[in-house]
């Protein structure tokens, strides 16, 4: 026999097959996963676009330099459902920041899941006092987006998702190459940022704000003989002597000519005449010497201070609104528009925050023993919220006859200044002294990012239905597999 046709020639060709058919796979296997790490194709098949990311986000993620880390603060067991769509959302669009973030060659941004309930310590060094938090960080700059900033809520129910907007404006934060710069005003009694004080101090205020990428410093209107340009921001927190002629006039020049921000924080005290009243009107604003009274128990809290449900609608109480937060603080003036005020078209005012309907004004509070409403002297709010106003934002507004937009002034005038101070900087004070920093110095520039629809599914089936669907995903399905065996099993015999 010749070797050709020999068993032991069979063999070898057989096993040559077999090595050269591995070889192959092994080739096409290998080359098949260098083209996919080298060029990748992916495609968003979701109605919503949800996997994708905006050209605009895409635009300013190509730019990026700094490599920044988003840290995933979020219940890994969600105690209810609302949490866990919540963290499914969250851990969606972070995959893509992920993945848009390696377009570059290098890594920039990059994820981390914290359980703070575990790695106290980390969570610590973040700065993350509870759950549900997302982090952004890059080198010392930290940036908070909380699940309140991912939705748009209306009638209590999630009508869009703004993670995208909430995402790339906290990236841009944490990357931004110049600081915006808050003065804080001194020489006039106020709550100094660099006491630690619990009642007197902002040292709290302070370092939340370093943390979210501010620049801190204090300036002496009486001392300085301008503001500095770089003022994105002038803090006047609970002033009790008056400011001074010359100082009144920087402060209503910045703020008019100088399309100037200002945050005043007027809380009631001895002395009624702060020499603020021009620059209070020229913003069509007034802040009285009222005292706030409010005879509802049930808005007050055990210590006696007065709790504020009702808030105007506006980007800066968009959240309280949506998610029913509160505020609440000790004595309170109140700070109304300005009823005299000649019409302005470029003046837009807004009472954010109100006391109940059963509040009123107290003017007499000094001299009085008692404090009982007086038909004749004392003001009474309207059933319309915000009823009896306490916090008053006014915003020059580009004026009607002119096609581009004018960047104009905004006086932030607030009738309390110990929701500011260490003692009280929590919870919904924290978020509204925090928002309303962030507008006035237009800290999330306006993204054009759209927000996505939340899509939601339901089904409903009669127990009728219900039956006959279990009856034929449990009996029909697995019986004509069966009866499918049956048959290919009876061809085979016969």
Same mark, same amino acid.
């Not at 949490?83 to 499914?88: E, G, N």
């Not at 059933?383 to 580009?398: C, D, I, K, M, Y």
């Given at each position: 026999?010749?070797?050709?046709?020999?068993?032991?020639?069979?063999?070898?060709?057989?096993?040559?097959?077999?090595?050269?058919?591995?070889?192959?796979?092994?080739?096409?296997?290998?080359?098949?996963?260098?083209?996919?790490?080298?060029?990748?194709?992916?495609?968003?098949?979701?109605?919503?676009?949800?996997?994708?990311?905006?050209?605009?986000?895409?635009?300013?993620?190509?730019?990026?330099?700094?490599?920044?880390?988003?840290?995933?603060?979020?219940?890994?067991?969600?105690?209810?459902?609302?949490?866990?769509?919540?963290?499914?959302?969250?851990?969606?669009?972070?995959?893509?920041?992920?993945?848009?973030?390696?377009?570059?060659? /290098?890594?920039?941004?990059?994820? &981390? %899941?914290? !359980?703070?309930? @575990?790695?106290?310590?980390? =969570?610590? *060094?973040?700065? #993350?006092?509870?759950?549900?938090?997302?982090?952004?960080?890059?080198?010392?700059?930290?940036?908070?987006?909380s699940r309140g900033d991912l939705y748009q809520i209306e009638d209590g129910q999630k009508r869009a998702f703004l993670g995208e907007r909430a995402f790339t404006a906290a990236i841009l934060d944490v990357t931004a190459a110049a600081?915006?710069?808050?003065?804080?005003?001194?020489?006039?009694?106020?709550?100094?940022?660099?006491?630690?004080?619990?009642?007197?101090?902002?040292?709290?205020?302070?370092?939340?704000?370093?943390?979210?990428?501010?620049?801190?410093?204090?300036?002496?209107?009486?001392?300085?003989?301008?503001?500095?340009?770089?003022?994105?921001?002038?803090?006047?927190?609970?002033? /009790?002597?008056?400011?001074?002629? &010359? %100082?009144? !006039?920087?402060? @209503?020049?910045?703020?008019? =000519?100088? *399309?100037?921000? #200002?945050?005043?924080?007027?809380?009631?005290?001895?002395?009624?005449?702060?020499?603020?009243?021009?620059?209070?009107?020229?913003?069509?604003?007034?802040?009285?010497?009222?005292?706030?009274?409010?005879?509802?128990?049930?808005?007050?809290?055990?210590?006696?201070?007065?709790?504020?449900?009702?808030?105007?609608?506006?980007?800066?109480?968009?959240?309280?609104?949506?998610?029913?937060?509160?505020?609440?603080?000790?004595?309170?003036?109140?700070?109304?528009?300005?009823?005299?005020?000649?019409?302005?078209?470029?003046?837009?005012?807004?009472?954010?925050?109100?006391?109940?309907?059963?509040?009123?004004?107290?003017?007499?509070?000094?001299?009085?023993?008692?404090?009982?409403?007086?038909?004749?002297?004392?003001?009474?709010?309207?059933?319309?919220?915000?009823?009896?106003?306490?916090?008053?934002?006014?915003?020059?507004?580009?004026?009607?006859?002119?096609?581009?937009?004018?960047?104009?002034?905004?006086?932030?005038?607030?009738?309390?200044?110990?929701?500011?101070?260490?003692?009280?900087?929590?919870?919904?004070?924290?978020?509204?002294?925090?928002?309303?920093?962030?507008?006035?110095?237009?800290?999330?520039?306006?993204?054009n990012i759209p927000p996505r629809p939340v899509a939601k599914f339901q089904l409903a089936l009669s127990q009728t239905e219900l039956a006959k669907l279990r009856l034929g995903l449990l009996l029909v399905v697995p019986g004509a597999?069966?009866?499918?065996?049956?048959?290919?099993?009876?061809?085979?015999?016969?």
């Amino acid at each position: 026999m010749h070797w050709p046709d020999s068993f032991q020639a069979n063999r070898r060709l057989r096993t040559a097959n077999l090595v050269l058919q591995a070889i192959l796979f092994l080739t096409l296997f290998g080359g098949i996963n260098f083209l996919a790490l080298r060029y990748t194709w992916r495609f968003d098949l979701t109605r919503n676009r949800f996997f994708s990311l905006s050209a605009e986000t895409r635009s300013y993620l190509d730019q990026l330099r700094d490599p920044v880390q988003i840290v995933v603060a979020y219940d890994a067991q969600p105690e209810n459902e609302e949490d866990a769509q919540a963290r499914r959302d969250v851990s969606s669009l972070v995959r893509e920041y992920v993945y848009a973030g390696r377009s570059s060659g /290098r890594p920039l941004i990059t994820s &981390e %899941e914290l !359980d703070v309930y @575990r790695d106290t310590r980390r =969570a610590a *060094a973040l700065g #993350i006092a509870g759950r549900n938090v997302v982090v952004f960080v890059s080198g010392d700059r930290r940036r908070y987006v909380s699940r309140g900033d991912l939705y748009q809520i209306e009638d209590g129910q999630k009508r869009a998702f703004l993670g995208e907007r909430a995402f790339t404006a906290a990236i841009l934060d944490v990357t931004a190459a110049a600081k915006q710069k808050l003065y804080f005003l001194t020489g006039h009694g106020e709550l100094e940022p660099g006491s630690v004080a619990a009642d007197r101090g902002l040292s709290q205020l302070r370092d939340e704000l370093r943390a979210r990428n501010y620049d801190i410093d204090v300036l002496d209107l009486a001392k300085a003989r301008r503001i500095p340009d770089d003022t994105a921001l002038l803090l006047s927190i609970g002033p /009790r002597t008056p400011f001074l002629p &010359e %100082e009144q !006039d920087r402060l @209503r020049e910045f703020a008019a =000519a100088q *399309a100037g921000r #200002i945050l005043l924080a007027l809380e009631p005290s001895n002395n009624p005449n702060l020499g603020l009243d021009q620059l209070l009107l020229d913003w069509g604003v007034r802040a009285e010497d009222v005292l706030l009274v409010e005879p509802n128990e049930q808005n007050r809290s055990e210590s006696g201070d007065i709790i504020f449900r009702h808030f105007a609608v506006h980007p800066l109480t968009k959240i309280f609104v949506e998610n029913q937060i509160t505020i609440m603080s000790g004595m309170v003036r109140v700070v109304r528009p300005e009823p005299n005020r000649a019409p302005d078209a470029t003046l837009k005012i807004v009472s954010l925050v109100g006391a109940s309907p059963n509040a009123w004004g107290e003017r007499t509070w000094r001299h009085a023993s008692t404090t009982t409403y007086d038909f004749g002297s004392d003001l009474k709010g309207t059933a319309n919220a915000p009823s009896l106003p306490v916090v008053v934002v006014s915003e020059r507004a580009t004026a009607a006859n002119l096609p581009f937009s004018v960047r104009g002034g905004r006086l932030l005038t607030f009738g309390m200044a110990d929701i500011f101070s260490n003692s009280r900087l929590d919870g919904g004070n924290l978020v509204l002294v925090r928002n309303a920093i962030d507008w006035a110095t237009e800290r999330d520039a306006q993204l054009n990012i759209p927000p996505r629809p939340v899509a939601k599914f339901q089904l409903a089936l009669s127990q009728t239905e219900l039956a006959k669907l279990r009856l034929g995903l449990l009996l029909v399905v697995p019986g004509a597999v069966a009866l499918l065996g049956l048959f290919v099993y009876w061809s085979r015999r016969s």
